[in-house]
């Protein structure tokens, strides 16, 4: 199994810029995760789906952070405009239901200057 | 926000020493699960454990839960190089969510 597959891995991008980032979970799992990791707040939740429906998304630090699960294969967090302070590593992560563990992918690694 | 507070935040040990990490939590739970973060990489599972259980191992690895307390710990025993990454220890509740606590820095010298 590839695992949580991300992309980009790395994105440098100005402020003002929109920012897509993708994740594809692992098959079969049916819950889907974003975090966000920076060194002043550490890992927090953005927002999860469900059999791709959205479950909680008070995370979502604002209206410029939108995210969408088309299919079970296929998610995307967008933000747009981007701001320098959104700078951090985005993290992807999958787990089939029922399970507790939560399988993480590489991470898309943000710089907004 | 973040439940779960680690202690200590960094921790240098000699391979071959045993590790110890500890993390309290705030709120009730229904399992507690620890992963590992090597530098620019993912989490890594590493071992749940549930509110009415009170040890579990796995292989190197021995964690404990007090929920009276609100703390658990995770052990590993004679610690490798290849052990030097972040431990998070992440709560889990009523919903799906896993709530991550600050983090240990191990760093583990040959």
């Known amino acids: 199994d590839a695992g949580v597959i991300q992309s980009p891995r790395h994105e440098v991008t100005e402020m003002g810029q929109e920012v897509t980032l993708r994740c594809k979970p692992i098959?079969?799992?049916?819950?889907l995760f974003w975090y966000r990791q920076t060194m002043m707040r550490g890992l927090e939740l953005l927002i999860y789906?469900?059999?791709?429906?959205?479950?909680?998304d008070s995370g979502m630090p604002e209206d410029r952070f939108s995210a969408k699960m088309p299919n079970a294969s296929f998610s995307t967090l967008k933000i747009q405009p981007s701001e320098p302070r959104d700078s951090a590593v985005y993290f992807c992560?999958?787990?089939?239901?029922?399970?507790?563990?939560?399988?993480f992918g590489p991470g898309t690694r943000l710089l907004v200057l | 926000s973040q439940q779960g507070e680690e202690d200590p935040q960094a921790l240098s040990i000699q391979e071959g020493e045993n590790a110890t990490m500890n993390c309290s939590y705030k709120?009730?739970?229904?399992?507690l699960q620890w992963y590992r973060q090597n530098s620019g990489r993912g989490l890594v599972h590493l071992i749940l454990?549930?509110?009415?259980?009170r040890e579990k191992h796995s292989g190197r690895l021995r964690v404990t839960l007090d929920t009276s307390k609100k703390s658990s710990s995770l052990l590993i025993t004679a610690s490798r190089a290849a052990d030097t990454a972040s431990y998070f220890c992440?709560?889990?509740?009523?919903?799906?969510?896993?709530?991550f606590g600050t983090g240990t820095r191990l760093q583990v010298f040959p």
């Open positions: 454990i549930r509110s009415n259980e």
């Open positions: 709120t009730s739970i229904n399992n």
């Open positions: 789906f469900n059999n791709n429906v959205p479950i909680d």
């Open positions: 992560a999958s787990r089939a239901q029922g399970g507790g563990t939560q399988y």
């Open positions: 098959s079969g799992h049916n819950s």
């Open positions: 992440a709560t889990g509740g009523d919903t799906d969510k896993l709530i």
